[in-house]
């Protein structure tokens, strides 16, 4: 009988072991060695321990404790901090302690979207001088590994921050590094980048239920979600919500500045409705970020060949008009890009000037840089004077001219040649090429074949090649069309 009592405490004491085991503190990937966490804002820690567990959170001269919940879940939240590029040790403490090492303060980005943003730093322009250059301690990189889905939100997705390194920098996303890398020498405070990127996917699998609830165009897309949450199911890289499930869920509340976004392509056939799921990304992902989430995305490239009709609108045309028009949305941006990408490549290598463009919006929206215009002259409205209309823009800058952009050298003024891709109608919706100057910040446009104008349209086609249109600060213009035909 001694025996068999000692057994069966032995294998109590065992399943008592295992269970108090499983009862540690864990933590979210995110949360980790080598981590930046933002400056001047609340910013969350949170994890997993026994129900009822006390967990406290150091960090600096912070002491916050909480207990965890009956799911075992626990979240505390650090005051704002200020920048530092020392590395400092973060304690998580319960029934067990965690110390996450290195950990700096600065800004933090989420870099998303398809193939494009996917594109690696060691897959674009010289490869080799970057890589070899990317040698930034102070920028970390975390990854957000393999392409998965799920039918509900989780808790957790694999990853690990990185040090920027020639090693760690070539297959992470080359338009997040160059982003990121501008941030960092004109801030000089350490910068946070993560990545969660597939190539080939739309819109609707980045987007949360929140986030098609909030727009009452999509209400039903809100309802697809809302059954896979209540019966389950099978999901793709297309089925609405899922990759934001096991892609983007698993980081949240994870305190960021902002967003960047190159994706467009797989949705390529829309126009307003891509509109709407724009709407619909951002306001879901600062409900769970960040209310005042920045957010920057990438106006899609020219591909295929060039459409020399002048009423355009094939292709990606009024897909990237629905980005610009997108620009109504509060603390947002588009890098513009139809000078820089391949007709006969949809991924074009040129990633430093799309990184560059981007930041400039940031530096001048977040951080205060107002000496930076943030882009090249946006459609802001006309006005007919007889036969001709006078266009006016946003951000004419120092002023307007006719530009050449090849490769990375910078933006140079073309003297030489016209101003190319304007088309003009009146009434009848006949669309006709037009003659364009510029006249001091404002275009003014005609053509001996209308009369009485109505309507102007610039660069609005798959590829607008010959679009030249620039402010002196070398940016170009967007495609941009000032009727609803």
Not at 395 to 424: C, N, Q, Y
Not at 441 to 461: F, H, I, L, Q
């Amino acid at each position: 009988m001694k025996k068999h009592r000692l057994n069966v405490l032995s294998v109590l004491l065992v399943l008592l072991t295992g269970v108090i085991s499983k009862a540690d503190v864990t933590l979210p990937s995110i949360v980790g060695d080598g981590m930046v966490l933002q400056q001047q804002m609340p910013a969350p820690i949170w994890g997993w321990a026994n129900p009822g567990e006390k967990v406290t959170v150091a960090f600096e001269k912070q002491k916050k404790s909480v207990v965890a919940d009956n799911n075992g879940k626990w979240r505390v939240t650090l005051e704002p901090l200020a920048a530092n590029s020392n590395g400092q040790t973060l304690t998580v403490s319960g029934d067990n302690k965690i110390s996450v090492s290195d950990v700096l303060v600065g800004e933090v980005w989420i870099c998303s979207g398809q193939s494009n943003m996917e594109w690696s730093v060691a897959n674009s322009m010289n490869p080799k001088e970057e890589i070899s250059n990317a040698k930034f301690p102070l920028i970390r990189l975390f990854n957000v590994p393999g392409h998965t889905t799920a039918d509900k939100p989780q808790d957790k997705c694999p990853g690990s921050w990185a040090a920027c390194s020639p090693d760690s920098v070539k297959g992470f996303s080359a338009v997040g590094y160059y982003f990121g890398r501008r941030l960092f020498q004109e801030l000089d405070v350490p910068v946070g980048l993560v990545g969660s990127n597939w190539g080939g996917t739309r819109i609707e699998p980045w987007v949360s239920l929140d986030g098609f609830r909030s727009v009452p165009e999509l209400q039903n897309l809100a309802n697809q979600v809302e059954t896979l949450w209540k019966d389950g199911g099978k999901v793709n890289n297309r089925t609405p919500s899922a990759i934001y499930n096991a892609m983007v869920h698993p980081l949240v509340p994870y305190a960021m500045r902002g967003g960047i976004w190159y994706q467009g392509e797989s949705n390529g056939n829309e126009g307003i409705s891509y509109h709407h799921k724009k709407t619909a990304l951002i306001n879901g992902w600062r409900k769970l970020f960040n209310p005042d989430l920045a957010f920057y995305w990438v106006q899609l490239a020219d591909f295929r060949e060039s459409n020399n009709k002048p009423e355009g609108g094939d292709g990606w045309a009024k897909l990237r008009d629905a980005q610009r028009t997108s620009l109504a949305i509060d603390n947002t941006g588009m890098a513009v890009i139809h000078d820089i990408g391949n007709a006969k490549d949809i991924h074009p290598r040129n990633k430093q000037d799309v990184g560059w463009r981007l930041a400039q919006w940031a530096l001048h929206q977040n951080y205060g840089r107002e000496d930076l215009v943030p882009a090249g002259p946006l459609y802001k409205s006309l006005k007919v004077d007889g036969n001709k209309i006078r266009l006016s823009f946003d951000h004419v800058g120092s002023g307007l001219m006719i530009g050449k952009k090849e490769g990375l050298a910078p933006t140079t003024e073309d003297k030489d040649s016209p101003l190319g891709r304007f088309a003009i109608a009146g009434s009848d919706k006949v669309w006709h090429w037009a003659d364009a100057v510029i006249d001091g910040k404002t275009v003014v446009v005609s053509s001996k074949d209308v009369e009485n104008p109505v309507a102007v349209r610039y660069g609005y086609t798959m590829n607008p090649r010959g679009a030249n249109l620039y402010n002196q600060e070398g940016i170009p213009a967007s495609p941009f069309r000032t009727d609803e035909w």
